[in-house]
């Protein structure tokens, strides 16, 4: 019991209370008790927090817009897992393939939710379509018919169809730029237009003329969703922000454009239904009608996720699909004895060729060379899960809830596992017999159970797109232009900044 302690301290006496031991272990359980119950945190199982956090903003003053670039630094004073306040939010952050493995991989389902952020939130009304969705019995039918799609646009028909249209709009893109005439152009529009129609005809079965005005407008709705979701994304780790007028601007014209996206996706579900033919599946739409003949995929597949998940395709898969193309032409402006070394050797192909991705096993410099594209610049630096459950990572306790993010950027950068890290050199994904080698800590698609669904599709489109222009084209910076940057831009992904190029006919 708790006796007191007489003290004689100069000319008063003082009383102190000193607890025996067994009181105190038992006030200590206590304390850890209902710290853990009022924060729902397993004390002093959590990884280390970095240090100097500031009181409201926490640790964002330090990590500047790229955290990825800072979670590298810090990781060589504080570990591969550590955990970060955001603002608000506290995060724990996977800097290493170890990590990486240790979590999202070994983890099983363990990590299979989205991160709880207002932007997500907002874009997918709750969690509708599949990459904002939590993990639950409706979320793995909704991506298992997705994986369906895309495994049915993987082979047959289906297959030469989308190969087709690639090469199509890859032609219209050096079409477009030979209009140019080596003169300095922003290519950045038309390289977007190029990976949106493809996408497009996987999704309503058709490839739109440019000049087509709902696909025009379409377009402009899916940049203005992808300018207002970098305002939007401060209330990621403010939410109480949310009262700001500017930003709750931001919020609505995403609200505003993605319901004008959703309309037009509306009107070819019912084109569709007008037209369906149960033995012919030309697109996304179709599967969907099938699907839904049946009671079983009806609970989960409705008019509404549709146009949700179609939505998703075509903001989230295009503008990484566009950017990592982007990177492309610019690094191979950068890289001029590359960009020669790749045309070298597509040259042995009649330019006259469409190129496919047939092509790929017989061209393993220029493989390489899009391997390398996607783990120099990689356009999803960080990547967001959330713990579906409590879960042991390492020595550590994740309650169920933590935020967990996965640094791409250092697992691709990382000199533990690639060497000479900052340079680019296609050659690391060769072997010693010239074949493509990927080694397994190559993760631009993410790792474990919610990986990319469209990564066949993406790596198949920048393939055929890059090897197609690089057939065509030799890209060089404009005359006395200033190095342009590389870091690059982060908004809902990164991409390179604005930059003018010269695309110089080769034949
Ligand atoms: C270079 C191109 C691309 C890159 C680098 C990329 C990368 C990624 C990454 C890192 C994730 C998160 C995975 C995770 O949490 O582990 C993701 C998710 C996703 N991607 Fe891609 N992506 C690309 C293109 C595409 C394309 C073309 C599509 C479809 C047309 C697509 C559809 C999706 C979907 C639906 C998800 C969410 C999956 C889920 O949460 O279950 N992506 N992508």
Redesign the pocket.
């Known amino acids: 019991m708790i006796q007191p302690k007489t003290v004689t301290a100069g000319i008063t006496e003082r009383v102190f209370l000193t607890p025996e031991p067994t009181s105190l272990v038992l006030i200590l359980a206590t304390l850890v008790l209902m710290l853990r119950y009022l924060t729902g945190r397993p004390l002093g199982k959590m990884p280390p927090v970095l240090p100097n956090a500031w009181p409201v903003l926490g640790h964002l003053p330090s990590l500047g817009l790229r955290a990825d670039l800072a979670f590298q630094k810090l990781g060589k004073k504080y570990g591969d897992i550590f955990q970060a306040q955001l603002g608000t939010r506290n995060v724990v952050v996977l800097n290493s393939y170890q990590a990486l493995k240790d979590g999202?991989i070994d983890g099983g389902d363990a990590y299979n939710d989205?991160p709880d952020f207002y932007s997500y939130q907002l874009f997918s009304d709750g969690g509708k379509g599949?990459?904002f969705?939590d993990d639950s019995p409706a979320f793995r039918k909704k991506?298992q018919f997705?994986m369906k799609v895309f495994h049915h646009f993987g082979g047959g028909k289906a297959h030469e169809q989308l190969d087709m249209n690639i090469g199509e709009e890859a032609r219209k893109l050096v079409t477009l730029s030979k209009s140019f005439n080596g003169k300095p152009f922003d290519i950045q529009p038309y390289v977007t237009v190029t990976t949106l129609n493809i996408?497009c005809s996987?999704v309503f079965g058709k490839l739109h003329d440019y000049d087509d005005e709902d696909f025009g407008r379409v377009m402009k709705n899916l940049d203005n969703v992808t300018k207002n979701m970098i305002n939007v994304g401060v209330l990621n780790v403010f939410p109480f922000l949310r009262h700001i007028p500017a930003i709750d601007t931001s919020g609505r014209e995403i609200l505003d454009n993605k319901r004008k996206i959703m309309s037009f996706v509306n009107q070819r579900i019912e084109e569709h239904r007008a037209t369906f033919d149960p033995d012919s599946t030309r697109d996304l739409v179709d599967a969907y009608l099938k699907e839904t003949q049946t009671s079983a995929g009806r609970s989960e597949l409705t008019d509404d996720e549709l146009a949700h998940i179609a939505v998703?395709?075509m903001v989230?898969?295009?503008d990484?699909?566009s950017?990592?193309l982007q990177w492309g032409i610019l690094i191979m402006a950068l890289h001029p004895e590359i960009q020669e070394k790749v045309q070298r050797e597509i040259d042995v192909i009649d330019p006259s060729t469409p190129v496919s991705i047939s092509l790929r096993q017989h061209l393993p410099y220029t493989h390489a060379t899009t391997l390398e594209i996607?783990r120099f610049r990689?356009?999803?630096p960080i990547?967001?899960?959330k713990t579906k459950r409590p879960v042991k990572l390492r020595n550590y306790e994740l309650p169920a809830d933590t935020i967990v993010l996965s640094n791409?950027y250092n697992i691709l950068h990382d000199p533990e596992s690639w060497s000479e890290p900052e340079t680019f050199n296609p050659d690391r994904f060769l072997d010693s017999d010239g074949h493509v080698f990927v080694p397994p800590q190559f993760k631009?698609?993410?790792?474990?159970r919610?990986?990319?669904?469209?990564?066949q599709?993406?790596k198949q489109?920048?393939f055929t797109i890059f090897t197609t222009l690089m057939q065509h084209f030799t890209f060089k910076l404009p005359e006395g232009a200033p190095e342009p940057d590389t870091e690059g831009t982060v908004g809902i992904m990164l991409g390179p900044k604005p930059f003018k190029i010269c695309a110089i006919p080769r034949h």
């Open positions: 999202y989205r599949t990459a969705a991506r997705i996408i996987m998703e395709l989230a898969g295009n990484a699909s950017y990592a996607l990689p356009v999803t990547n967001g899960r791409v631009p698609f993410g790792a474990g919610r990986t990319c669904t469209g990564q599709v993406a489109m920048l």
